[in-house]
């Protein structure tokens, strides 16, 4: 089983809907959470973190944390075609960050 | 305040061959960590420096190794380059590798291995 996983995608949604990332994590000692955007050709950005069970949002983006089920999500509301990109999943176990996989984002106009 | 600096941002090396990759962190970061990335296995951690000590390290061969000098720069060496080593590089930066601290990413180095 790998450490962090993500919704395999691709993901594929209209302008103005929500998208839904989703992302479970092996290690239950983990204490923090990231989302990361990565634009074709560049490096992951930071676009949300979350510490905390319960849902923590921030514009357009909304990260949602139950540590009882090893599940951490991103929502997108208002999708815009700029948001198509890779959404990386990240926790840290230690001093670590472990990443998923990534799922791939088209927000089509 | 000036982001995390890689260079080279190309690279194209011969198998067999060896590498050094730099990464210059965010004035008053002293974790540095280094990841590979490639299409089909995502972002791989390499490993963590921490005031010139290494502190953590990914599953990945000896032939990958590392160090940080004490103005926090960091080096990356691959020796005896094998093909599945073409990947981009990426470098992080974070102010203490603290357990809730988020990482700073530079642009990495592609390094493409013939």
């Known amino acids: 089983q790998k450490e962090v996983e993500q919704n395999s995608g691709p993901l594929s949604v209209p302008e103005g809907a929500i998208a839904s990332l989703n992302c479970t994590y092996s290690d239950r000692g983990s204490q923090s959470f990231f989302w990361y955007r990565q634009y074709s050709g560049k490096s992951p950005e930071l676009i949300m973190f979350i510490y905390s069970n319960g849902d923590k949002e921030d514009g357009r983006f909304t990260a949602q944390l139950n540590k009882a089920s090893q599940y951490v999500s991103l929502l997108i509301r208002d999708s815009q075609p700029s948001d198509s990109a890779t959404y990386l999943c990240a926790v840290r176990v230690g001093h670590d960050m472990r990443f998923g996989a990534g799922t791939r984002l088209t927000v089509k106009p | 305040k000036a982001g995390v600096t890689q260079t080279p941002r190309y690279l194209i090396k011969t198998r067999g061959q060896q590498v050094t990759l730099s990464c210059s962190p965010i004035s008053g970061h002293r974790s540095v960590s280094w990841y590979q990335q490639t299409p089909g296995q995502g972002l791989q951690f390499l490993f963590e420096y921490f005031s010139e000590t290494q502190r953590n390290k990914g599953n990945f061969p000896g032939r990958f190794s590392g160090r940080q000098f004490s103005n926090s720069r960091s080096e990356m060496n691959v020796s005896t380059l094998e093909l599945g080593d073409s990947a981009l590089y990426l470098c992080?930066?974070?102010?203490?590798?603290?357990?809730?601290?988020?990482?700073?990413f530079g642009s990495g180095t592609q390094l493409s291995v013939l």
């Open positions: 992080a930066s974070s102010p203490g590798g603290g357990l809730d601290e988020k990482l700073f």
